[in-house]
């Protein structure tokens, strides 16, 4: 069964970075779409960014656009989001998912078959 970690969070202030990790166990990881999603204190899950199976395609939220950069390397069976101008309404519990497809990018949750633990992210002001 694959597995997914995500790495990478912790605590910063506002206006700062963190770049966050998402480690697969096997190969099967790099022929489907992958995606980030957050969780804040109180809130339902929501996208934040994907990218398909060779990385040519990506979508982002309208909240992560021009601020998060989604990328991935196939040979390490590993994504990234670079996270940039972090807001204090950043801070959430960071997923990484993989999806069901190999070219198609969902915005959706169900979309998407195996999740990691998450990584928290706390932007502090």
């Known amino acids: 069964q694959l597995q997914v970690v995500e790495s990478g969070g912790g605590l910063v202030q506002v206006g700062g970075s963190l770049r966050l990790t998402c480690a697969a166990s096997?190969?099967?990881?790099?022929?489907?779409?992958t995606g980030w999603f957050r969780q804040g204190p109180g809130k339902e899950r929501e996208f934040v960014a994907a990218?398909?199976?060779?990385?040519?395609?990506?979508q982002y939220s309208d909240s992560a656009k021009g601020r998060f950069a989604i990328s991935r390397d196939n040979s390490k069976n590993t994504m990234y989001l670079q996270m940039n101008s972090l807001e204090s309404e950043d801070t959430a519990v960071y997923y990484c998912?993989?999806?069901?497809?190999?070219?198609?990018?969902?915005?959706?949750?169900?979309?998407?078959?195996?999740w990691g633990q998450g990584t928290q992210v706390t932007v502090s002001s």
């Open positions: 990218i398909s199976w060779h990385g040519e395609n990506t």
């Open positions: 096997g190969s099967m990881f790099s022929r489907y779409t």
């Open positions: 998912a993989k999806g069901r497809r190999a070219m198609v990018i969902a915005t959706r949750p169900d979309a998407y078959d195996i």
